[in-house]
Every structure is written in structure tokens, then in C-alpha cells.
Nanobody
């Protein structure tokens, strides 16, 4: 059974940083790109970043380039999203997801097969 579980969410002030973790089980990182998405109330789920551990390549949404980084520890099946200089409007539930095999770059939610339950990130002063 494939499982993805996020952790590391919380409350942070504007300009602050958080690192989210995604623990995966039941599939190989070699075959699936792993992505991070976020969804604020009343808004669509949007792609933030994704990584192909097999090819060591990454993709970032324009809105987070230069502030967010994504990395993976393939043997441990962990993916991290480091978020710096967070903004109030980035308050959302953050999800990690496993893409359909062979899809790259996997930028939209339609390209993902597996989803975690999400972790809440609140940016507030």
C-alpha cells in the first residue's frame, strides 16, 4: 500500500522559515516524481515544487523560486520542502504527492496519483 505522510507544519511569522517533510512508503523513488502542493481555503490546489530523485532534477513555481528548496533522501524515502521568507498569503494546507510513473515535470494535480493528508502552514504576525 502506498502511503505519503507530511509533517513539519505550524505557525510562523512573515519572513520566517519552515521545513516540511514527506515520508513515503510502498513505492520506489526511482519511478515517481514527488511534488509539494498547497491549497488555501476557497482556492485551487497549486503546485509548489517537485523533484525527480532518479534524475536529480527539480521544478519550482515562479512564486517560490529563490525562497523554497526541495530535496530528497531516497534510501530513507523522505522528501523535504524548505520554505524561507514565508508570506502571509502562503498560509495553506501543504500536501506531498507521488506523480504517475514517468511524468516530468509534474506541475499540476492531475499528474499525481498518490496524496498525503496534508499539513497546515500558517503565516501570521
Amino acid at each position: 500500500e502506498v502511503q505519503l505522510v507530511e509533517s513539519g507544519g505550524g505557525s510562523v511569522q512573515p519572513g520566517g522559515s519552515l521545513t516540511l517533510s514527506c515520508a513515503a512508503s510502498g513505492f520506489s523513488f526511482d519511478h515517481y516524481a514527488i511534488g509539494w502542493f498547497r491549497q488555501a481555503p476557497g482556492k485551487e490546489r497549486e503546485g509548489v515544487a517537485c523533484i525527480s530523485s532518479r534524475d536529480s532534477i527539480t521544478w519550482f513555481a515562479d512564486s517560490v523560486k529563490g525562497r523554497f528548496t526541495i530535496s530528497s533522501d531516497a534510501p530513507k524515502k523522505l522528501v523535504y520542502l524548505r520554505m524561507n521568507n514565508l508570506k502571509i498569503e502562503e498560509t495553506a494546507k501543504y500536501y506531498c504527492a507521488g506523480a504517475f510513473p514517468g511524468v516530468w515535470p509534474a506541475r499540476t494535480r492531475f499528474e499525481y496519483k498518490y496524496w498525503g493528508p496534508g499539513t497546515q502552514v500558517t503565516v501570521t504576525s
